[in-house]
């Protein structure tokens, strides 16, 4: 049974941090796309970062500048890290994990983390 499991939102003032974790019990974890995604109430899910399997990053417009994603292979984790945040930012962050190997495609999700930003 394939788990992701994010920890590390909550309540934080604007112009603060948090780091968000997920943990994910895939076998070959370094061969996963893993990725950060957010909903905003009333909105879509949207991308907030990836990072591949050689480790090269892709963030959202948005969150340049002051998200960083990484990735532990030896631990399972991906993080990121959220700097300078804004209410904007305001959402359930959830993980992701992709890979397509052998034409089978593996795509699982977190449950979500709630990570607020207000006064």
């Known amino acids: 049974q394939v788990q992701l499991v994010e920890s590390g939102g909550g309540l934080v003032q604007p112009g603060g941090s948090l780091r968000l974790a997920c943990a994910a019990s895939?076998?070959?974890?370094?061969?996963?796309?893993m990725a950060w995604y957010r909903q905003a109430p009333g909105k879509q899910r949207e991308l907030v970062a990836q990072?591949?399997?050689?480790?090269?990053?892709k963030y959202a417009d948005s969150v340049k500048g002051r998200f960083t994603i990484s990735r532990d292979n030896a631990e399972n984790t991906v993080y990121l890290q959220m700097n300078s945040l804004k209410p904007e930012d305001t959402a359930v962050y959830y993980c992701?994990?992709?890979?397509?190997?052998?034409?089978?495609?593996?795509?699982?999700w977190g449950q979500g983390t709630q990570v607020t930003v207000s006064s």
């Open positions: 895939v076998t070959i974890f370094s061969s996963y796309v």
């Open positions: 990072i591949s399997s050689g480790s090269t990053p």
């Open positions: 992701n994990a992709l890979r397509v190997r052998a034409g089978i495609l593996n795509d699982y």
